[in-house]
T-cell receptor
């Protein structure tokens, strides 16, 4: 059974820092991996989608990498801002299913 | 460019009452999903559909029913609400090869 783990559970950094959020999964037979952002009381906003054949994706200050063989993905946020404060979720879709399996998220606070 | 729209956004039910949550998407996605999100439990799949007229059970289907009579709509029904169904419900849709798009959620309280 696929398990998705996100470390750390919470992170507090001063504004301007570069930071890395980690996501690991136990079964490497994934179809794709998606990073989401969730603000308190709101829905999920898709940030980046990495197909299993890709190594990384970039959008603005965000860069997500994928290493299928080791079961890891990282989300790199450059020059963090207070507006980046949110919970970040990673989710994997397996080859054999359309369903997403979510990690428990990393709650990020960027202090002014 | 609405994406995925959920109605209602908030609802309070009494135990034993029934209700239907509506999800509508305008992206012509084949696949649609209903998740619930609970503190400490993360997001869990309730039911999903891989096309018009099809539905399937997810991780936590008990107490819920779904219907997909039209490709753009996916309804989630609670026949007899229980306090354990207090949660935030999210609908999502996708193509086979693309990522998910989520709605903004429905916050349901059962008293």
């Amino acid at each position: 059974k696929q398990e998705v783990t996100q470390i750390p559970a919470a992170l507090s950094v001063p504004e301007g820092e570069n930071l890395v959020l980690n996501c690991s999964f136990t079964d490497s037979a994934i179809y794709n991996l998606q990073w989401f952002r969730q603000d308190p009381g709101k829905g999920l906003t898709s940030l980046l989608l990495i197909q299993s054949s890709q190594r990384e994706q970039t959008s603005g200050r965000l860069n997500a990498s994928l290493d299928k063989s080791s079961g890891r993905s990282t989300l790199y946020i450059a020059a963090s801002q207070p507006g980046d404060s949110a919970t970040y979720l990673c989710a994997v879709r397996m080859d054999s299913s359309y369903k997403l399996i979510f990690g428990s998220g990393t709650r990020l606070l960027v202090r002014p | 460019n609405a994406g995925v729209t959920q109605t209602p956004k908030f609802r309070v039910l009494k135990t034993g009452q029934s209700m239907t949550l509506l999800c509508a998407q305008d992206m012509n996605h084949e696949y649609m999903y209903w998740y619930r999100q609970d503190p400490g439990m993360g997001l869990r799949l309730i039911h999903y559909s891989v096309g018009e007229g099809t539905t399937a059970k997810g991780e936590v289907p008990d107490g819920y029913n779904v219907s997909r009579l039209k490709k753009q709509n996916f309804l989630l029904g609670l026949e007899s609400a229980a306090p354990s169904q207090t949660s935030v419900y999210f609908c999502a849709s996708s193509y086979a090869a693309t990522g998910y798009t989520f709605g903004s959620g429905t916050r349901l309280t059962v008293v």
